[in-house]
């Protein structure tokens, strides 16, 4: 069969599952099969032998991986939640903070690290020479963990992620690694650096030592909002950032 004809199959295959998607039936990616982007890296999505080569960008993948979360009910988290808060940054950066969940502000905002915690990250990512917009930054879980989830518009009213709510949500960041495809993640507190690292130890015992998430290099840190309680901990962070901006130049850790 020639490329144009399965093209056209493609794209009238397309139009139906859309149709069964406007009546509730089926989600289906947004997947153009002919425009491949200039500018962005384009990753190939069919492997199999004989099938045509069908692209999405990793800012394409994001968004279809964004409409998937922002109608996740895989936990209780996603009954409860202002704004599922999927992430924020380059699609395809070489630097990924992962921290543990939303906060008040973050559901409000649906973007993460957007409080006083927030600010400071910030201004560690541009310390490094980086901004918000050439790095990823995403959490554990993508909804406001609450102590009450009946009153989303309380504040003090957020909670650290349960293990179980971790282990549950942990895959669509798994999809977000994938596709980033980062040289370095850094985590941000004791819950994200045990749950990646399937760690007990103590966040003073994992910090500063590079580890590996699926093949990629991992640097554990304390959590911004621990640097706004103790800032004494800020020059432990400096020199496990400077450790990554190493890695970054050179390749070596
Ligand atoms: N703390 C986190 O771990 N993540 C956020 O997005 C905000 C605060």
């Known amino acids: 069969m ?10 009238l295959s397309k139009r139906t599952l859309e149709e069964y998607l406007n009546w509730g039936e089926i989600e289906i ?8 982007s200039s500018k962005e890296e384009s990753v190939k ?4 032998k004989k099938q045509p080569e069908s692209v999405l960008s990793p800012k394409e993948m ?10 996740c009910k895989e936990c209780s988290l996603g009954n409860s939640r202002l704004n599922a808060v999927i992430g924020v940054g380059s699609p395809t950066a070489d630097l990924m903070f992962v921290g543990e969940g939303p906060g008040f502000d973050e559901d409000h905002k649906g973007e993460p690290f957007v409080g006083k915690a927030g600010q400071l990250l910030t201004k560690i990512i541009e310390a490094m020479g980086y901004t918000r917009e050439n790095v990823y930054i995403t959490n554990i879980v993508k909804c406001h963990p609450m102590i009450d989830p009946i009153n989303p518009e309380k504040r003090s009213n957020d909670r650290p992620p349960t293990p179980l709510e971790m282990e549950t949500c942990k895959h669509y960041l798994d999809e977000q690694i994938k596709i980033i ?6 985590t941000l507190g004791a ?3 045990k749950c990646l690292l399937y760690s007990e130890e103590s966040i003073s015992k994992i910090r500063g030592v590079v580890k590996e998430y699926k093949g990629i290099k991992l640097m554990a840190t304390y959590h911004p909002a621990a640097l706004l309680r103790n800032p004494s901990l800020k020059k432990f962070v400096w020199d496990d950032m400077k450790r990554v901006m190493h890695y970054l130049d050179t390749g070596e850790i």
């Open 181 to 186: 495809k980062p040289k370095i993640i850094i």
């Open 2 to 11: 020639k490329q144009s004809e399965y093209l056209k199959i493609l794209s």
């Open 191 to 193: 819950s994200s650096a």
């Open 45 to 48: 999505t069919f492997s199999k």
């Open 62 to 71: 994001l968004e279809t991986l964004k409409r998937t979360i922002d109608s």
């Open 29 to 36: 990616p947004k997947m153009p099969i002919d425009k491949r």
